[in-house]
């Protein structure tokens, strides 16, 4: 963060100081009240939890922004309590404030799925060339876009975000906070229903990448996928840069094969052709890697440096992620999230490169979904998804993921080849008799559950 005064923050606001004085360099703003916080913090307190200052007596400076001093107690010396009677406003013109500090790009990445991905791609190929801020693994909630915010600072030359739907209105906060000048829209499918009505509601909420973008600002999207042409009216967009396969694209792949350890394609731009290649398998990762040429061409990486880098691309932990398994058998590990674009694209990976080996696909509940009758139409999609794969064995883990089996025995697949379980023993019950050398299986059971003890256990068995 870039240090300030608090007296240049306090221009901000309408607040009063009621306790303390001086005028001390902030280092820290936070919006949570936490007792391990650092010295020379700023607190705005937007939860109205009670504070006792005797848990922050050995710090030297700790400058607290409410609405509610009754909730401030014991604060001693050392703490400065301003009082303000538009708390949320004044947080938000600091927010505005500090951001519109800096001036270099800063590219925002949404989409149903791929924005990890996307955005490492994007991190690992300008490393080389910049100081770059991002967001770390998928952490990509609201709850962190201020510490985000925070890293900003004068050493910073690119940021590159991954920016989440959780429900409506969720994609607004992201870009308010971060105001990317280039914002990317991978793709849109079906995912928060937990917290939207209908699935409609959650695709239109994508469509909020676009507010604020500045009149100069960058907007790349897959041109490929016929929900962000519903979701968004492109006439309001002319000079939005299209990626994908079809003929219009600014950057388009054709001949796109399965290659040894990823995908290779060639790209087409600007009347070029190069040959390029993305480790990590599936199509979804040329749509992954073309969002990010893209993004990087707009910062001012130029294409052959940007395939060299790309070619090098160190995947990320437990997204498609393939690992030696017991017994000579391959385990494809794609185990941190799971909703219905990212099965199915695992199911379309399993059957790509199983070349006539055996093929077990290991599915559990999709937490995002939550339940409700458009949950369960995802569910049973992913069981007819399942049995279009023609995959040899179908293991269910999880009451909630029921509905996939029962799909795809109803969508044909021979009941035999379908099971039900509940724990990583029963699972691996199942497994034991089919793990050697000709057998793929597609792990793709979500983190949360992965992390219990019976599930741990699986792992470590089928996991070398």
């Given at each position: 963060?870039?240090?300030?005064?608090?007296?240049?923050?306090?221009?901000?606001?309408?607040?009063?100081?009621?306790?303390?004085?001086?005028?001390?360099?902030?280092h820290h703003v936070v919006n949570r009240t936490k007792k391990d916080i650092e010295d020379h913090t700023l607190l705005f307190h937007l939860d109205h939890e009670r504070i006792k200052g005797k848990y922050w007596i050995k710090y030297e400076v700790v400058v607290v922004i409410t609405d509610r001093p009754d909730k401030c107690i014991d604060l001693g010396e050392n703490i400065i309590l301003i009082q303000t009677e538009h708390l949320k406003e004044d947080y938000w013109k600091f927010v505005?404030?500090?951001?519109?500090?800096?001036?270099?790009?800063?590219?925002?990445?949404?989409?149903?799925?791929?924005?990890?991905?996307?955005?490492?791609?994007?991190?690992?190929?300008?490393?080389?060339?910049?100081?770059?801020?991002?967001?770390?693994?998928?952490?990509?909630?609201?709850?962190?876009?201020?510490?985000?915010?925070?890293?900003?600072?004068?050493?910073?030359?690119?940021?590159?975000?991954?920016?989440?739907?959780?429900?409506?209105?969720?994609?607004?906060?992201?870009?308010?906070?971060?105001?990317?000048?280039?914002?990317?829209?991978?793709?849109?499918?079906?995912?928060?229903?937990?917290?939207?009505?209908?699935?409609?509601?959650?695709?239109?909420?994508?469509?909020?990448?676009?507010?604020?973008?500045?009149?100069?600002?960058?907007?790349?999207?897959?041109?490929?996928?016929?929900?962000?042409?519903?979701?968004?009216?492109?006439?309001?967009?002319?000079?939005?840069?299209?990626?994908?396969?079809?003929?219009?694209?600014?950057?388009?792949?054709?001949?796109?094969?399965?290659?040894?350890?990823?995908?290779?394609?060639?790209?087409?731009?600007?009347?070029?052709?190069?040959?390029?290649?993305?480790?990590?398998?599936?199509?979804?990762?040329?749509?992954?890697?073309?969002a990010a040429i893209a993004a990087v061409s707009s910062v001012g990486v130029d294409i052959p440096i940007t395939l060299k880098r790309l070619a090098s691309y160190k995947q990320v932990k437990e997204h498609l992620e393939f690992k030696k398994g017991a017994n000579g058998s391959t385990i494809i590990d794609d185990t941190w999230n799971s909703a219905p674009l990212s099965m199915a694209t695992g199911l379309d990976v399993l059957s790509a490169v199983t070349d006539g080996k055996k093929s077990i696909g290991l599915l559990g509940y999709m937490p995002q979904l939550g339940k409700g009758k458009y949950a369960t139409e995802q569910y049973e999609q992913m069981g007819q998804k399942a049995a279009e794969a023609k995959i040899?064995?179908?293991?269910?883990?999880?009451?909630?993921?029921?509905?996939?089996?029962?799909?795809?025995?109803?969508?044909?697949?021979?009941?035999?080849?379908?099971?039900?379980c509940e724990t990583g023993d029963e699972v691996f019950k199942v497994l034991q008799p089919h793990l050697n050398k000709d057998t793929t299986i597609l792990l793709k059971v979500t983190h949360r559950v992965m992390k219990q003890p019976s599930f741990q256990e699986l792992r470590n068995k089928l996991i070398l």
């Open positions: 963060m870039r240090n300030l005064r608090l007296s240049e923050i306090l221009k901000l606001t309408d607040g009063q100081v009621i306790q303390g004085s001086g005028d001390p360099m902030i505005e404030y500090y951001r519109n500090l800096f001036d270099f790009p800063i590219i925002g990445i949404t989409g149903t799925c791929g924005k990890t991905t996307t955005k490492e791609m994007v991190r690992q190929i300008l490393l080389e060339d910049f100081n770059v801020t991002a967001t770390w693994m998928s952490m990509n909630s609201m709850s962190v876009n201020l510490r985000y915010l925070n890293k900003l600072d004068d050493d910073t030359e690119v940021a590159v975000f991954e920016m989440p739907v959780a429900y409506p209105g969720y994609l607004r906060v992201a870009c308010r906070y971060f105001k990317p000048q280039i914002r990317v829209l991978l793709n849109i499918g079906v995912h928060h229903l937990a917290d939207c009505d209908t699935p409609e509601e959650y695709m239109k909420a994508k469509g909020e990448i676009v507010e604020g973008l500045p009149e100069d600002g960058t907007l790349i999207l897959n041109s490929d996928d016929k929900n962000i042409r519903q979701v968004l009216d492109l006439s309001r967009f002319p000079n939005a840069i299209h990626i994908g396969m079809n003929e219009k694209c600014h950057y388009r792949a054709i001949n796109a094969r399965y290659d040894s350890g990823g995908m290779a394609f060639t790209l087409l731009h600007k009347g070029k052709s190069y040959d390029a290649f993305v480790p990590g398998y599936g199509i979804h990762n040329i749509y992954n890697a073309l040899d064995l179908l293991i269910i883990v999880g009451e909630r993921a029921e509905e996939i089996g029962h799909a795809a025995i109803k969508a044909g697949m021979e009941q035999e080849k379908v099971h039900f």
